[in-house]
């Protein structure tokens, strides 16, 4: 049964990940196709609408939208600030790339009765928000406030998964959405007349995407390029193709591990019990049964039990591919139902888990078929043992006890069982590091983000570039311990033929509110000249320290300028991004004087609430990030980690528990007479037992002594296979993780240890008596 | 062989060790019931060499079995010291083998991964007061092979080894099951020499089963049996020397 356990979850793990995997993929290329997905986009200052019929007109070029986004503020009864994404569409939808679905509601009007705003929002924002068809949203745009009213919810392919920007770990959607409105009315409210800021095309099959993109850069030069990108490094695409990676490469590895150690366990117990049935195999072809059939016979065990635990896989994998679903229904916002049955997975499945079977009960059964009768009705040949090579410690083996003596001496001269159940406990620890590393991980990244690199309470960021001398008014508010101004400067870094877009970062020297770090947790002062690059800019554009680099303004106003700029360190932060300069520095860059367009505050605790207050009747201020609603907001997503550490942890145990309990019970039936022998002898349960303990624990706790540093690298191994370019995390793991890994791991082998031992109390010292003969 | 003159008092010869009483044993077959033993009733005295006798069958193995306290009777009753153990816990029957008994098997039964010398320690850590390791193995003419495997002995080595192993607990009730059965005529006589010396020496009661007659010449008493019952119990005055007896 339990090695049926293990063939269980190896074909329940194979069968839900490769159904999610399926069903993901799926719906998103529906999804994607259904609603012209952009293959490039366009970020431009602002360009006449009539651009798009120029663009349009590339042979390159299959289909071409023209629109207005832009984030800002969302107003609160309640004075918290929330940012939504304001995005104009032209009606009708048909020939629109990155159309939306309608999911509830009613589609908005163009040019409804009474001048108002109606407008569509995501279906996560509006269920975080309690919003309903009907309902008013108040955003400040152009320095006053503007009334939307929401008539449903809608989906598109660039909003699958909904973050902000990179800086986001995940989606918060109290305080972020996406808000579709008509073209006309988003121009008017944003103050684009007849104009747009972005540009989306698909590529005409058979064409050279870059070679499309540039002309097309090309046509839009006047207007200013502050960006452009391919679909894969538009935001919410890139994080579920991450996913897609990751659930793809853990759906093919992860499985073949349960599926080869139930195989070795089953060839083990099988040769166990062929050994111990020689003398019936003799007898059937001394009669004259033919090998085929005997083999077929034995074959045929392990063929049931694996076959009962590949059925009991399928449904259980059905069950949890539906888990798995809903799961992904809660992250990703595809309209799609992802769901149903992956007929192809439940037929790998099935097959590999029964060739895996096959191949045990083949190979268990090869040996003794090759003797022939007469040797095989002869009993087994009296077992030879010797000395091994640790008794030339003389030192140390004279310390032992002869119980201690017996059972090394046993586990030595069983190599290679006694290898495969400490692989096998290697590899249940390792699924305990696994199980609880992505929790030490996060918090490990918590902590640094929100205690060492942030220490600011508020960061205000306002609506557009401001003189320095004006964020006294925030400053001096009552409860305000400290403000330190920032600059932000959205750029294009150049180094030899590539570029990257980045954010830099202007403060001045000796703030204290935001710290800067390197890859080694050391800290780094703001230089008053150069830049401390982004590590992930720079392992793209392949800068080191002393390089050179070009870095292009890329402001939503403004000519560009250019400038160049000396990289005096590489820094790296847990969560976000972004470059480091002077706060002089990003002026310089920008050939401004003293402007900032943020402020980071330290606050009196007890003035919190007033502070907020008073910042949301500031019509110049378009957001207002609280450190401590940030950090409140992860530790909420990350309690559905929850469901990843239960399923991983019993996985984990049942797979021990399966290895250690199997090579106890083999033990135990290879050892009957002797253990029989004992028991005649006078020797209790208990000191029979402690002697199969020993052995257990003897292949056991190197196992999992191995087990917790491969399970590290295994997470190493999956944290390098869910990375990308946007999005890595660094794997640690705390003292107490490994300790609790550890006591699990001796819990589990001590359970399966009893478990297999209970049939102690049956011997009968009596069958020795009985011949050998 | 060495002398084995200085090992632990010896009972005094015929002091009644135990009294079987009436004792039955019966087996379920499926739907056969096999009466392996019936209405046996018999004593064993401390110092004797007991030979019993009989062809397969006949229930030698099972009244040793009872003997040794490895099965109880289905009715009946074995009193050992005042005490009926067919009336106490398997806990106390575990420790009446522990500390009263040894055994020495046809096929010798040693643990394959201790050495002659570990095989015979592990058994003397069972009791409190046994003989010295060196000195039973000694007594047993293997000082020489003390640190080998079992299957680095001969079958008349390991006989010995096993012999030694239960000598060393100093048994109150040594038995023997076929104990010459895998040896050669040689051998086999050296192993009931050793087991007559035990005998003497240790005062033990020396129980052989055996289907081999000639053993019996050398036995103090002999017991036949025939189809699980007591044949005949022949008390022999002049029991020949184990070197004097021959098959």
């Not at chain 1, 159904?19 to 986009?41: I, K, M, Q």
Request: aromatic share 8%; with cysteine; net charge negative.
């Amino acid at each position: 049964m339990a090695v049926a356990l293990v063939v269980m979850i190896g074909v329940s793990i194979y069968i839900s990940m490769n159904t999610a995997y399926y069903n993901l993929d799926h719906s998103r290329d529906v999804f994607y196709r259904e609603n012209h997905f952009a293959d490039y986009y366009f970020h431009v200052v602002r360009a006449p609408y009539q651009v798009i019929k120029r663009i349009e007109a590339l042979s390159g070029v299959d289909m071409v939208t023209g629109r207005v986004q832009m984030d800002v503020p969302l107003m609160r009864e309640n004075a918290d600030r929330g940012t939504i994404r304001l995005t104009g569409y032209h009606l009708p939808l048909d020939k629109e790339v990155n159309r939306i679905q309608l999911l509830s509601g009613r589609m908005f009007d163009k040019d409804p009765s009474g001048g108002r705003i109606e407008v569509l929002t995501d279906p996560q924002f509006a269920a975080a928000n309690r919003l309903n068809p009907g309902d008013s949203l108040v955003v400040a745009a152009q320095g006053r406030e503007v009334t939307l009213t929401v008539t449903g919810t809608a989906g598109g392919p660039e909003f699958i998964y909904p973050m902000k920007d990179a800086a986001s770990l995940m989606p918060e959607p109290e305080s972020f959405g996406i808000i579709m409105a008509p073209l006309n009315q988003v121009q008017q409210v944003l103050g684009y007349p007849g104009q747009v800021n972005q540009v989306l095309i698909t590529v005409a099959p058979g064409y050279d995407e870059e070679k499309v993109a540039e002309q097309v850069e090309k046509i839009l030069e006047p207007y200013g390029n502050l960006a452009s990108y391919p679909r894969k490094d538009q935001l919410s695409h890139a994080m579920l193709d991450a996913e897609l990676e990751g659930l793809q490469k853990s759906a093919s590895s992860l499985p073949a591990v349960f599926l080869v150690l139930a195989a070795v366990i089953q060839y083990v117990m099988l040769g166990r019990m062929i050994k111990t049935q020689r003398r019936e195999i003799g007898i059937l072809k001394a009669l004259g049964f033919d090998r085929r059939r005997i083999v077929m016979h034995y074959a045929g065990y392990s063929m049931m039990i694996t076959l009962l635990g590949a059925v009991l896989g399928i449904i259980f994998g059905i069950m949890l591919s539906s888990v798995f679903s809903k799961a992904y229904a809660i992250f990703f916002n595809l309209p799609q139902e992802i769901g149903g049955l992956n007929v192809k997975a439940i037929f790998y499945g099935l097959i590999f888990s029964l060739a895996a079977g096959a191949a045990a009960g083949l190979g268990a059964s090869r040996g003794i078929l090759s003797l022939n009768p007469a040797e095989s009705m002869r009993s087994e040949p009296p077992r030879v043992s010797g000395r091994i090579g640790l008794e030339r410690w003389t030192w140390l083996w004279r310390k032992l006890d002869n119980y201690w003596r017996m059972s090394i001496r046993t586990v030595w001269r069983n190599g290679w069982r006694s290898f495969f159940t400490m692989v096998g406990v290697m590899f249940a620890a390792g699924m305990l590091i696994i199980a609880f590393f992505a929790d030490d991980s996060m918090d490990y990244m918590l902590t640094q983000h929100f205690a060492f690199e942030k220490s600011y309470d508020y960061l205000i960021r306002f609506t557009e570039p401001v003189k320095e001398y004006e964020i006294l008014n925030i400053s001096r508010l009552e409860g305000v311990v400290k403000s330190e101004p920032l600059l932000e400067v959205p750029v294009r870094v150049s180094f030899g033929v590539r570029e990257e877009d980045d954010l830099l970062l202007g403060m001045n020297p000796g703030t204290t509110l935001k710290t800067v770090f390197n890859e080694d947790g050391d800290l780094l002062a703001i230089p008053q000249d150069g830049v401390l690059m982004n590590d992930m800019t720079a392992k793209k554009l392949g800068v080191k320290v002393g390089d050179q680099v070009t870095i292009e303004t890329r402001m939503q106003s403004g000519v560009s300028q250019e400038t160049s700029l000396k990289v005096l360190g590489i820094n790296h932060q847990m969560i976000g991004s972004g470059s480091y300069v002077s706060l002089k520095q990003a002026n310089q860059v920008l050939r401004e004087s003293r402007i900032v367009t943020a402020v980071m505050l330290k606050v009196d605790p007890g003035k919190a609430a007033d502070i907020e207050k008073e910042l949301n009747r500031m019509t110049g201020v378009s957001s207002i990030q609280s450190r401590q609603r940030e950090l409140e907001g992860f530790e909420k997503q990350m309690g559905y980690m929850i469901y990843f550490v239960v399923i991983m942890v019993s996985f984990a145990v049942i797979l021990g528990f399966a290895i250690v309990y199997n090579s106890s019970v083999i033990g135990f039936s290879e050892r009957q007479r002797e253990l029989a022998l004992l028991k005649m002898m006078g020797f209790s349960d208990r000191e029979v037992g402690g002697l199969l303990l020993r052995e257990t624990l003897l292949q056991s706790i190197p196992g999992m002594l191995l087990g917790l540093p491969f399970g590290r690298m295994m997470s190493q191994w999956w944290v390098a296979a869910i990375s990308t370019e946007a999005f890595t995390f660094p794997v640690v793991v705390y003292p107490r993780t490994y300790i609790v890994s550890a006591i699990f791991g001796v819990l589990f082998v001590l359970v399966a240890h009893w478990f297999a031992s209970r049939g102690i109390r049956h011997i009968e010292p009596t069958e020795l008596l009985k011949n050998n003969d | 062989m060495g002398n084995i003159m200085d090992l632990p008092a010896m009972e005094s010869k015929n002091q009644t060790l135990m009294r079987l009483e009436n004792v039955s044993r019966n087996f379920v077959m499926g739907e056969v019931i096999v009466e392996a033993l019936r209405d046996v009733t018999l004593e064993i005295n401390a110092g004797e060499i007991l030979a019993i006798l009989g062809p397969s069958g006949s229930g030698k193995s099972t009244l040793l079995n009872i003997v040794g306290g490895m099965d109880r009777p289905s009715t009946g009753r074995v009193i050992y010291e005042g005490e009926d153990l067919t009336r106490v816990s398997d806990d106390l029957l575990g420790r009446f083998r522990r500390h009263e008994v040894g055994f020495v098997f046809q096929f010798y039964n040693l643990i394959p991964d201790l050495t002659a010398w570990e095989n015979v320690e592990i058994t003397a850590e069972l009791v409190e007061s046994p003989s010295s390791v060196a000195k039973v193995l000694e007594e047993v003419g293997l000082a020489d092979r003390a640190y080998h495997f079992p299957s680095q002995l001969s079958g008349g080595e390991q006989q010995r080894v096993s012999i030694a192993r239960a000598m060393v607990k100093n048994p109150r009730l040594l038995l023997c099951d076929e104990p010459t059965g895998a040896l050669d005529h040689q051998t086999g006589s050296m192993v009931l020499s050793l087991l007559a010396n035990v005998s003497r020496s240790l005062g033990s009661a020396v129980v052989i089963v055996t289907h081999n007659t000639v053993i019996g010449d050398m036995a103090d008493r002999v017991i036949r049996m025939r189809s699980g019952k007591v044949a005949e119990i022949i008390t022999n005055p002049d029991p020949l020397p184990p070197e004097r007896i021959s098959w």
